[in-house]
């Protein structure tokens, strides 16, 4: 039962560098969503997307992009890394619209450190 | 906008001890009220949720009751254990938006 798969588990990036994360999911699920864990600052969203084909903006999208492939996968692009973006990225996935209260799947984290 | 805010931690009790983690919350409309647990090196799982005024949620021993009057969802449990030992995170969606967290609380649990 994989549920939600993201890659890679960890990485490291120098300042400028770009990478993309990718997340994948099995349930079907129509909305997909990338957050950002800080310490002290709980989960913040960075993009959403309500359904394939569609994205939008979360609290702090700015440094990032996203990518809605398919119905199974939403990617995380950051384009030029920065230390301020070194922190646990989670992707996460629920099966109606984001305002349904259904509950959300979260995957393991993705490690990220921008040196 | 929404808004959640739960006690800062690390609480820290001793085994068979009684938790309370208190959330209060401010939303526009009737929002849903979520309770997510996080164990070390893993991502967030549900670990209960309400969905109207007076709703309680429960699980594995937990309880948390939707209390419009005074916007809050506090967590509880009558006797916690080291394996409780977690991040518990307090969330809610209200209208339109995606789930918006609280901070998180870690809870410690001795023998």
């Known amino acids: 039962n994989a549920g939600v798969t993201q890659t890679p588990k960890f990485q490291v990036l120098k300042t400028g560098q770009s990478m993309t994360l990718q997340c994948a999911q099995d349930?079907?699920?129509?909305?997909m969503y990338w957050y950002r864990q800080d310490p002290g600052m709980g989960l913040r969203l960075i993009y959403y997307?309500?359904?394939?084909?569609?994205?939008d903006k979360g609290e702090v999208p700015n440094g990032y992009n996203v990518s809605r492939l398919n119905k199974r996968e939403f990617s995380l692009r950051l384009e030029s890394a920065a230390p301020s973006q070194t922190s646990v990225y989670f992707c996460?996935?629920?099966?109606?619209?984001?305002?349904?209260?259904?509950?959300?799947?979260f995957g393991e984290g993705s490690w990220l450190t921008v040196v | 906008g929404n808004s959640v805010t739960q006690m800062e931690g690390p609480v820290t009790l001793s085994e068979e001890a009684f938790l309370t983690i208190n959330c209060t919350y401010t939303a526009t409309g009737y929002p849903s009220l979520f309770w997510y647990v996080q164990y070390p090196g893993e991502g967030l799982q549900l670990l209960l949720k309400?969905?109207?005024?007076?709703d309680k949620g429960s699980n594995k021993g937990f309880e948390a009751t939707y209390r419009k009057e005074t916007t809050s969802f506090h967590l509880e449990k009558g006797s916690v254990q080291v394996s409780d030992s977690a991040v518990y995170f307090c969330?809610?969606?209200?209208?339109?938006?995606?789930?918006?967290f609280g901070k998180g609380t870690r809870l410690s649990v001795i023998a």
């Open positions: 969330a809610l969606i209200s209208g339109n938006t995606p789930l918006v």
């Open positions: 996460a996935s629920s099966e109606a619209t984001p305002s349904s209260g259904n509950t959300i799947y």
């Open positions: 997307s309500a359904s394939e084909g569609t994205t």
């Open positions: 309400a969905t109207k005024a007076d």
């Open positions: 349930m079907n699920h129509n909305s």
